[in-house]
């Protein structure tokens, strides 16, 4: 069950991450969750447990930088092609940027994918292993409900339109 926290966790914590990004370069969308009602980034969330279940199978700071960034890279591509090839949409797109696969992965993010997972695993996920810890075992099947919920609706909401905007139910025109 610590693994499904793990995912809630660094979803929202990549949540965090890709506002305050988009805050300093001064992005134009504003508004960065890919699910209607939580405030999470699910690619955040599956990179970095990929991160952390790769980490412990070699040694030092190299493996998990190389290992690291290639995972997130992995899931970066997964996603993105997941919301444009099934659901109709995209949430990023690198396709301007040299060395982009399809608009999904390129050499500059992955590179910041490196340098977070090292940062996950070095820095953030002892003191997010303690959190997880602390969480009471009864809240995680309503917690995976809401979860499952929210899933479930964004994706059909999103297939439905074909647009990212049908999630800020919350923005007044």
């Not at 969480?135 to 439905?160: G, H, K, M, T």
Request: with cysteine; proline share 6%; hydrophobic share 55%.
């Amino acid at each position: 069950m610590v693994w499904f926290w793990y995912f809630l966790i660094y979803s929202f914590l990549g949540f965090l991450v890709e506002v305050a990004y988009v805050r300093l370069v001064g992005g134009v969308k504003r508004d960065r969750k890919c699910r209607l009602v939580l405030p999470i980034c699910p690619v955040y969330g599956l990179g970095a447990c990929l991160i952390l279940g790769l980490a412990p199978l070699g040694s030092g700071p190299l493996w998990v930088a190389l290992s690291g960034g290639l995972a997130a890279t992995g899931a970066e591509l997964a996603l993105g092609a997941f919301y444009r090839d099934v659901l109709g949409v995209q949430f990023w797109d690198y396709e301007g940027i040299p060395g982009s696969l399809g608009g999904l992965v390129c050499p500059a993010f992955s590179l910041c994918w490196t340098v977070l997972a090292l940062l996950l695993v070095y820095g953030v996920h002892p003191l997010a292993a303690g959190v997880a810890a602390r969480i009471p075992a009864w809240l995680a099947p309503p917690a995976f409900i809401v979860l499952a919920a929210d899933i479930v609706v964004s994706c059909a909401a999103l297939r439905r339109t074909g647009s990212t905007e049908v999630l800020k139910w919350y923005a007044v025109e």
